[in-house]
């Protein structure tokens, strides 16, 4: 579990390539892509933009043993939808195993949705991903997104990692009490004793935080510090990535047609 | 409890994008200024607890809780989930973008649903009783949630239906590990801190 803590960006600001990117910016690109690739349904055209989602990832330099180890993660929650989707999708025959025929619709369509969706999160992380917690708000309140939101958000982010140090502790004192979970009762509502316990701490550490927030004069405004300015070399980005959309776009408008 | 991009029907994606944004909205309206500290401080704590692995027979399940979050945070669990889906799709590769909407909604509109039907119920009734409440509350969201997916999915057509009763059929065992685990929650707040569920009635009311 310790892989997953604290809530951090897996490449990191500043650190070249297209990483000085405006986070604005990368936010909108990521919605868009999305949208279009969700929206595309040639096999070329997804396969391009999975392309396209690789060389974002490489741009901004995710590393590419834990990127690929997170969307095996995430292919393993499908595995089952895109196994089953060949047998399932009536069609023409393809071949037959098991006594079950797999059709060539049921097949490109788990192939659509396998490649959709890894092209998309690849992108959302390479793209969002990469931002600190801190800037991803502020982007998105440059964005107008609503302030409460934003304030969760960066609330949230901010107290993960103080929270999984808290439930490290907990456990090892479970664990100092020779407790070992197991599928009894007992592991369940120790469990849920913990979970309990967490909460309860979490509402009292709140209320501290609000406290010493008020002594810093906190009037129920939060401020945002963080300024965005296009850059020249965002302007290039642009143009480089609204290219790349429209050449997905004209891929499968041709393919249609043809 | 992830549906990936590509998977549903456009209209499914709207739709649920559409209601999610009304619940967020909503729920945002319940969160005064001074108490975003607070509902930021829960909604790590679940965020981290749905991290936690439980073993269920050979294997393990993450937990969700979702129905115990109903139950603490109100309204306020729609903006909750929302965030713990942004930075889970940014930072840590799950769900999708597209989807985010639906998938704040088959989190959380089990959860609100708990909260509207039981909240009175567990702050009313002495701690043994609420933790009854509260292990049909938690098996209640679960398997709500399970029917939500399935739904999610099969509205993009028939073929969909073995992986959604897959989906039905793997809730199971997580149903009754989140009722036991649910109902031990509610027992042990109400006892240590009989208060808990009243302060959040400003939120949520």
Redesign the interface.
């Known amino acids: 579990m310790s892989s997953v803590f604290p809530v951090s960006a897996l490449g990191r600001e500043g650190a070249g390539g297209l990483s000085a990117t405006d986070p604005r910016l990368r936010i909108v690109t990521a919605a868009i892509f999305a949208v279009i690739c969700v929206s595309l349904t040639s096999l070329i055209a997804l396969l391009l933009a999975l392309a396209g989602a690789v060389a974002l990832a490489a741009g901004f330099n995710l590393p590419a043993g834990p990127t690929a180890r997170r969307m095996a993660a995430m292919d393993g929650f499908i595995l089952f939808l895109l196994i089953s989707l060949p047998f399932t999708v009536p069609g023409a025959p393809l071949f037959t195993l098991w006594g079950l025929t797999a059709s060539l619709e049921g097949l490109t369509l788990a192939m659509q949705i396998a490649l959709k969706s890894n092209a998309v999160i690849l992108s959302v992380m390479a793209l969002v991903g990469t931002v600190s917690p801190v800037t991803l708000g502020s982007a998105l309140h440059a964005l107008h997104v609503p302030g409460a939101l934003v304030h969760l958000l960066l609330f949230t982010t901010r107290y993960i990692g103080v929270l999984q140090d808290e439930y490290a502790r907990l456990r090892l004192a479970m664990r100092a009490r020779a407790f070992r979970p197991a599928n009894t009762l007992h592991t369940y509502r120790s469990f849920g004793y913990l979970v309990g316990m967490m909460l309860i701490r979490a509402l009292d550490r709140s209320d501290r935080i609000m406290e010493a927030m008020k002594c810093r004069g906190f009037d129920g405004r939060l401020h945002v510090m963080a300024r965005f300015r296009l850059a020249y070399a965002d302007w290039i980005f642009v143009g480089v990535i609204g290219l790349g959309l429209l050449a997905l776009i004209g891929v499968e408008w041709w393919l249609r047609a043809a | 409890m ?1 549906i ?4 549903l029907a ?1 209209p499914v ?1 709207v739709a649920g994008t559409v209601l999610a944004v009304a619940g ?1 909205a909503r729920g ?1 309206r319940d ?4 108490r ?10 679940f ?3 749905s ?7 050979p294997s393990s399940v993450h ?1 969700m ?1 979702n129905g ?1 979050a109903g139950l ?1 945070l109100g309204w306020a669990v729609f ?2 989930v ?3 889906l ?2 889970q ?10 989807v985010l909407g639906v998938n704040t909604l088959i989190v959380a509109l089990p959860a609100i649903a708990v909260h509207l039907a039981l909240r009175r119920a567990i702050s009313a009734a002495p701690p043994p009783k609420a933790a009854i409440w509260g292990a049909v509350g938690g098996a209640a969201a679960i398997a709500l949630t399970a029917c939500c997916v399935a739904l999610a ?1 099969t509205l993009g ?7 959604a009763q ?1 989906v039905l059929i793997a809730h199971l065992p997580v149903m009754l ?1 989140e009722a ?10 109400r006892l ?2 009989p208060e ?1 569920f009243h ?1 959040m009635v400003r939120v949520a009311a």
Do not use: N, Q, S
């Open positions: 992830h990936v991009d590509g998977a456009a994606v967020v945002l969160i005064p200024l001074e975003i500290p607070a509902t930021g401080v829960l909604a790590a704590t965020f981290v607890a991290l936690i692995h439980v073993p269920v027979g937990l809780l115990l603490v903006p909750a929302l965030v713990g942004i930075l799709a940014a930072f840590f590769g799950f769900g999708g973008l597209t999915l057509g028939d073929a969909f239906i073995p992986a897959l590990v036991a685990l649910t109902g031990a929650a509610i027992y042990l707040m240590v801190k808990l302060p």
